[in-house]
């Protein structure tokens, strides 16, 4: 099945590096934030809702994380 692979062009590889860069800027700010909110006077569902946002946050971060690992290893 390797075989089959289609591998990016340099341009592709490129493009992808500065969108995992990107996506970093706005999951940076989206864990800052939801810190903060977690700093935050709530309760219930709310409180619930907020840990939700920080878990999926810290998700993608990781993920991105990933991709970003894969993407330098890539001539």
Known sequence: MAENLIMPSPEDI???RSLTHDLSNSMETIVQASYLLGQAELTGNNRKWAQLIESAAREAVHINRQIRE????QP
């Not at 894969?70 to 290893?73: G, M, N, Q, S, V």
């Open 14 to 16: 490129s493009r992808l």
């Open 70 to 73: 894969i993407l330098r290893a």
